[in-house]
């Protein structure tokens, strides 16, 4: 078992930048992929980011430039650092490992999630 638990999320003025972490424990997890995904108030969750084991990362469109995923393995975290925040970045954040090595937006192919982080973006 993996246990995730987020930190970071709060509020923030549109523009402004957050870095939420993600800190794993139990079995260590750190060959895991990592994924941040966000569900709005009545959305569905969706893919932000991923990074592999080795550094590889991808990013959905709308956080391209503005995001960046990176992990300490060392210290079994992965960090998502928010700039240029905007209000449609409003959400729940949660944390996502999966030990296959899959980077992508199936929610089902992650076997551990955290329980999440709120950020909130004003405008």
């Known amino acids: 078992q993996v246990q995730l638990v987020e930190s970071g999320g709060g509020l923030v003025q549109a523009g402004g930048s957050l870095r939420l972490s993600c800190a794993a424990s139990g079995r260590t997890g750190s060959t895991y992929t990592k994924g941040w995904f966000r569900q709005a108030p009545g959305k569905e969750r969706e893919f932000v980011a991923g990074i592999s084991w080795s550094g590889r990362t991808a990013f959905t469109d709308s956080v391209k430039g503005r995001f960046t995923i990176s992990r300490d393995n060392a210290k079994n975290t992965v960090y998502l650092q928010m700039n240029s925040l905007k209000p449609e970045d409003t959400a729940v954040y949660y944390c996502?490992?999966?030990?296959?090595?899959?980077?992508?937006?199936?929610?089902?192919?992650?076997?551990?999630w955290g329980q999440g982080t709120q950020v909130t973006v004003s405008s």
């Open positions: 996502a490992a999966d030990p296959s090595g899959y980077i992508g937006s199936v929610t089902s192919r992650y076997n551990y």
